[in-house]
């Protein structure tokens, strides 16, 4: 059975909060995974739903953005729904949450060849980038799940009056059970300039500044020591690790680690993530033409990208100005040589600092 694809194979069944322990914000929303979300489904099965609820707890409404990262063999696709107004999304979205909402996780698996899938979700307040909640979601088409185990503990914050020339620390990470297994570890680092950081294996000294897979034998405790590097100055600084069983990519956890250096003691202000425009492309399934619509919180100028479904460059519009609030723009569904491109996948993407945007779109014929 095979667990990798693009990069690595990864699922949940695991929801983490993660809240900053200097930040004096009151929590503004909660979000509720299913409560099974992996499952095992036959070859043939067209569609998976799993269904999970964004609960705004401020009277005054929140955003929050959606961020999904799929790993899904080729094949596969997927999109996220927002049940109250029957829109889905095929890219990352940032969406406003009132009171309480659900959304729906559907999986589109390759009806014949067997094969494991799984998206990751995260969803972060706007108001407070460091409210951030994970879950991930897992389907075996065709394919049995493989029981699997592993326990850490690991969430941490480390408070620095003064300026240190390294930050410590440490985790242990134990497979309880009578199997073999390894772990994949993906780091994601919010660093501000200048500072860098790794993990490492204590038993063996090695240490990475990206993705690792790490054995774990049967019974066996693996410490991990996690290194921040950083430069003079009052300053917050934040790394993720997520960690993921081989055996069962349903085995998730996230651990997350801060650093307030020097004065720092909240949420700091130049602690952000990218921004991602909420868009969608109509009509979809489309034959001639289709209208991609954005909403945008300000005026960017951005390049549009069409890819095919192997990831090749179709068409590209360039320098666009396209404005606050929603808008469209309109692909006629032919390459950079005014060929018509025929039926199949295709994926937009819009490029434009401080924004981005992507989607999915399919042309019959």
Excluded at 56 to 77: K, Q
Excluded at 142 to 170: H, K, M, N, R, W
Excluded at 290 to 310: C, G, H, M, P, R
Aim: hydrophobic share 35%; net charge negative.
């Amino acid at each position: 059975m095979t667990f990798r694809h693009i990069g690595a194979a990864v699922a949940a069944v695991l929801v983490f909060c993660t809240v900053a322990v200097g930040s004096v914000q009151a929590r503004d929303f909660s979000f509720t995974c299913n409560t099974d979300p992996s499952v095992e489904i036959t070859l043939g099965t067209p569609i998976v739903e799993f269904a999970t609820e964004i609960e705004n707890l401020n009277a005054f409404g929140d955003s929050v953005e959606i961020t999904v990262t799929p790993y899904l063999p080729d094949g596969w696709f997927w999109q996220v729904c927002q049940v109250s107004s029957g829109v889905c999304y095929f890219a990352d979205v940032t969406v406003f949450v009132e009171d309480t909402d659900e959304f729906r996780v559907d999986f589109f698996p390759n009806t014949g060849t067997p094969g494991v899938g799984n998206i990751q979700i995260e969803v972060r307040s706007k108001a407070d980038p460091l409210e951030v909640y994970h879950c991930s979601y897992a389907v075996f088409n065709g394919e049995s799940e493989v029981d699997a185990q592993f326990d850490i503990s690991c969430i941490d914050t480390i408070y620095s009056p003064t300026e240190e020339t390294l930050y410590e620390f440490f985790a242990d990470l134990t497979n309880p059970t009578a199997f073999d297994d390894s772990v994949t570890i993906v780091p994601e680092n919010f660093f501000p300039a200048g500072w860098f950081g790794q993990f490492c294996q204590t038993s063996t000294g090695i240490c990475y500044f990206g993705e690792a897979t790490i054995e774990l034998p049967a019974g066996f405790t693996e410490t991990l020591r996690v290194d921040f590097f950083p430069q003079p100055g009052d300053d917050f600084a934040q790394t993720q690790l997520a960690v993921f069983s081989t055996n069962n990519p349903s085995e998730y956890t996230r651990c997350v680690y801060n650093v307030y250096q020097g004065a720092t003691t909240d949420t700091p202000d130049g602690f952000q993530v990218p921004s991602t425009a909420s868009s969608f492309a109509a009509p979809n399934p489309f034959r001639s033409g289709t209208a991609i619509s954005f909403q945008l919180d300000q005026d960017v100028e951005a390049d549009l990208t069409i890819y095919n479904a192997d990831g090749r460059e179709v068409r590209r519009l360039r320098d666009l100005r396209i404005p606050s609030g929603e808008s469209n723009v309109t692909w006629d569904g032919q390459d950079a040589a005014g060929n018509h491109t025929p039926a199949g996948v295709y994926f937009y993407r819009l490029e434009g600092a401080p924004v981005e945007a992507k989607g999915l779109m399919v042309k019959s014929n």
